[in-house]
């Protein structure tokens, strides 16, 4: 296994992690509501009165963050060594992981961890877990 080091970007990693952190932080104690994505991104698929404006104002930032950045900066190019149905099935396969799970990464991982919560730190622990195994065996038990 080659590890590329020139992609190592440890600053960059804890600056992102710390605005993620600060974010949800924020985000909780100003709204009262956990920054998990699947669930804010839910409720725009099944809108209640009065709670639709700030579910589109925050996937509308999710969306334009990046785009405002690359104006910055230029970012790295991304590979994906995928076709396109094995990204479509492994984007239905984490939409149901995240129905089943009652909640995505950033609503278990990130939020949910941070207040404590045993139901989230075995989420994450599934999550990460079935993750990493699906890596190994697809890198190293199926490499053609």
Known sequence: MDIAWQAFTPGAALAGGLLI???AALFVLLNGRIAGI???LGGLLRPVR????WRLAFVGGLLVAPWLYALLVTPALATVDAGWGQVLLAGLLVGM?????SGCTSGHGVCGLSRLSLRSLVATLCFMGTGFLTVYVMRHLLAA
């Open 21 to 23: 952190g600060l974010a």
């Open 38 to 40: 699947s669930g804010i």
């Open 50 to 53: 009065g709670d639709v404006g």
């Open 97 to 101: 992981g995240t129905r089943l799970g």
